[in-house]
């Protein structure tokens, strides 16, 4: 089994409920010990507790299974505002949200208004009493970003 989906099962085994979700698992090893990030988010969102409630879990699975010969670091985050949307859960998470959507050959922006299973649907403003509605296939999305509003 790879290393990142071993990882996986022991961090999805670590979650403090049903609504929580691994988005990514990155591990790196430049300099020093290897860094092993897991990204996690939930239905209802992420604590900080509940961070670190996963690591203290997941710190302890990985050692017991003996992953690592070596030293290494584990971080639990939540995904920033600078990470793209990944998986569909965390879509429908974000319906009413707007969002930036980079296709191949142009972004567009607009509310989440729907999620299906092969594609979103975003609402643009083309006037101030006028909308019109966009379905975006996922095989065309190649990021999509959470827009934050500061009104």
Do not use: W
Not at 90 to 108: A, E, F, H, P, S
Request: neutral net charge.
């Amino acid at each position: 089994m790879e290393l990142v989906e071993e990882i996986r099962q022991l961090a999805s085994r670590a979650l403090v409920n049903e609504s929580q979700f691994i988005v990514d698992i990155v591990i790196s090893s430049k300099r020093g010990p290897k860094k092993v990030l897991v990204i996690v988010d939930g239905d209802q969102g992420v604590t900080i507790d509940h961070c670190a409630d996963i690591s203290t879990a997941l710190s302890k699975s990985l050692d017991d299974a003996g992953i690592f010969s070596d030293h290494y670091l584990l971080e639990v985050s939540t995904p920033g505002l600078d990470q793209p949307l990944k998986l569909k859960r965390q879509y429908k998470k974000n319906i009413g949200r707007n969002l930036k959507v980079k296709l191949r050959d142009k972004t567009i922006e607009g509310a989440l208004s729907d999620v299906t299973e092969n594609s979103i649907a975003l609402t643009q403003k083309v006037s101030k009493k006028e909308t019109s509605l966009i379905e975006i296939p996922f095989e065309e999305i190649e990021k999509a970003f959470v827009l934050v509003s500061f009104k």
